[in-house]
């Protein structure tokens, strides 16, 4: 539906009202990141470069990929430094400013003018934080290839289609690093992921795990039509090396 209306008018991305919002992730900072100021505001400005609105708004997932961060930070001493976070599809870049929050140095990527914006805002939002935006398109395996290694990859619900939810996986196997992945309940897109996972040698590769996240963290955010709290689930793993 969004898509649909996608085409219905042109905007330079740019130009969508962005608000602020600060997200206290549990056990974890309280950070700060951008969305478009309403998802009228989000269609038009995706219209510019053909790219979809999904990213100009927080979404649950990307609480639970900041939460399995800060986990990951409480379990070395509560701190990411040395460690460099990849994020895929950032989109507001939630699970970014929490990685940089707690010290790592990190590269938060989009595809869409309007993400990429939103990131850099966040990235200005807190200067002295390690948080490097660039554009890709993870679909290419060796534009991913070419940002070098880093020693955690994470998305959040980039599993809405096949075709993006299979690149994830693709990146997933590549990065050889531990792997966060957070998908709010989508069936035919966690299929998919581990079917490529599968594909590529890894017919071991778990399931999502249920995460922590309650509905009171989440009054905030959206979840989606047929989507709920409990169905939220967190892929966490390291690929070969």
């Known amino acids: 539906r969004l898509r649909a209306a996608c085409c219905l008018a042109a905007v330079n991305a740019l130009a969508a009202p962005a608000r602020p919002l600060d997200v206290a992730i549990r056990s ?7 969305e478009v100021a309403s998802q009228d505001d989000a269609i038009d400005a995706a219209c510019e470069d053909g790219s979809d609105p999904f990213g100009s708004v927080c979404w649950p997932a990307a609480v639970a990929a900041a939460n399995a961060l800060a986990d990951l930070a409480c379990s ?3 701190s990411l430094a040395g460690l460099r976070v ?20 990190v590269v938060a990527t989009d595809v869409a003018d309007v993400s990429l914006d939103l ?5 200005d939002a807190a200067p002295a934080r ?23 990859l994470v998305a959040s619900d980039t599993l809405y289609e096949e075709a993006i939810a299979r690149a994830t996986a693709r990146a ?9 992945v957070a998908d709010p309940g989508r069936p035919d897109g966690r299929w998919a992921f581990l079917d490529e996972l ?11 795990a249920p995460t922590r996240v309650d509905a009171a963290e989440l009054g905030a955010f959206q979840l989606g039509a047929g989507l709920a709290a409990a169905t939220i689930g967190i ?6 090396g």
């Open 198 to 208: 599968r594909a590529l040698g890894r017919a071991e590769s778990g399931a999502f």
């Open 28 to 34: 974890g900072p309280t950070v700060r990141v951008y």
């Open 130 to 152: 390690g948080m490097t935006v660039r554009r890709l398109d993870f679909t290419d395996r060796g534009q991913v290839a070419a940002l070098g290694a880093f020693d955690v």
């Open 119 to 123: 990131l850099r805002r966040a990235a």
């Open 235 to 240: 892929w966490d793993e390291t690929g070969p």
């Open 76 to 78: 070395r001493g509560g």
């Open 86 to 105: 990849l994020e895929l599809g950032a989109g507001t870049g939630l699970a970014s400013a929490t990685a940089a929050a707690l010290g790592a140095d």
């Open 172 to 180: 997933a196997h590549d990065c050889a690093c531990q792997c966060v």
